[in-house]
């Protein structure tokens, strides 16, 4: 029942990915809106599956920050289902607003036997991003202009999201990219030409329109970042620990690639999406650097092809790490090593 200060803001059906409309929202809002205060209170959500379920959900002052379900400034209070603890069914989201750190904070109830449970730890992750496949969520923010990335994941005996690690975030596009360009290396149907475009498109300066450009064979392709010729080829000798050269006037004609000019900037050219890619699960501190995991991932049927593991070593070369190739190490879907 609705108290005496209180009136119906809205209705609206809750979407959930891949599945029928099942979960019915009231919002409920102060006839006045008190200073300081949001003036949405709390909401009454409907589930109809096997049967009727329903929760109320209310939120906390502005002035108790410590409370559950905080809600931060930029909050419109969206609500959507998505399965983010990964047992199949879909959990109720609802938004929390923006933190100081410049991160999305949701809570989260978690879908239990036709039930949904507050679960107040997944207010831990900030601007989260599921990795199904991996069972994994990132999670980042920024903390005095550094950006950070955080990896979390879902614990069941626990019934909490638990950290496994954190990382700058600049580390975690790095790491990634050595996990992809191994994969590369590994593979009959990739050639050095998507290493190239891969090692621009990331720390290369991003054009503010892309370029129409006339390669060798005298096709069209499109420019959209540049990199020095000179950071590029560093970045094979000093981090991926492979010698390469470019020549200005070098250009591919593959489906992605680089162009090099006579300004002395690599570009990278047009671009594909291909149906592998590397997400990071893990790193661990030891003795002689950073030990990185990735799986790699094939993007259609969400399954994982291999396990990859290697060690970036600290560098004082530009880009921070150098990779010891030694340590690298392929396990696919099957546990044999490669």
Known sequence: ?????????????????????????????????????YKHKRDFFVFRENELTSIIVDYPSKSDYDAPRYVYDANDFAAY???????????????????????DCWCAYLYENG??????????????KTEPA?????????????????IFKYDESENEFVEICELKEKDGAL?????????????????????????????GEQLDEYEEFVNKDGYPVYLYAKMPIEDLEKFYSDVYQEKRTFEVGYDTTTECGIVCKEDGFAYSSNGIGWGEYCALTDVEDINSGIKVYCDEINAFDGLCYSKISFIMAPSDNKFGYSLKRDSIKIEDKTGDDK
Not at 8 to 15: F, H, P, Q
Not at 19 to 24: I, K, M, R, T, Y
Not at 134 to 150: A, D, H, P, V
Request: charged share 30%; glycine share 8%; hydrophobic share 30%.
């Open 1 to 37: 029942m609705l108290e005496d200060d209180e009136e119906i803001e809205a209705c609206e059906w809750v979407s959930g990915f891949n599945e029928e409309q099942n979960c019915f929202r009231v919002r409920i809002c102060y006839k006045e809106e008190p200073e300081n205060e």
């Open 115 to 128: 039930n949904y449970v507050y679960n107040e730890s997944f207010e831990k992750i900030s601007n989260y």
């Open 134 to 150: 991996c069972g994994i969520i990132y999670s980042t923010y920024t903390s005095q202009g550094t950006g950070i990335e955080k």
């Open 175 to 203: 790491f990634t990219l050595i996990a992809d360009l191994i994969v590369y290396d590994n593979s009959e149907y990739f050639n050095e030409d998507e290493k190239d475009y891969s090692i621009v498109q990331l720390f």
């Open 81 to 103: 289902k998505e399965d983010v603890n990964f047992d199949g069914y879909n959990d109720l989201l609802i938004h929390l607003g923006c933190t100081s750190g410049g991160g």
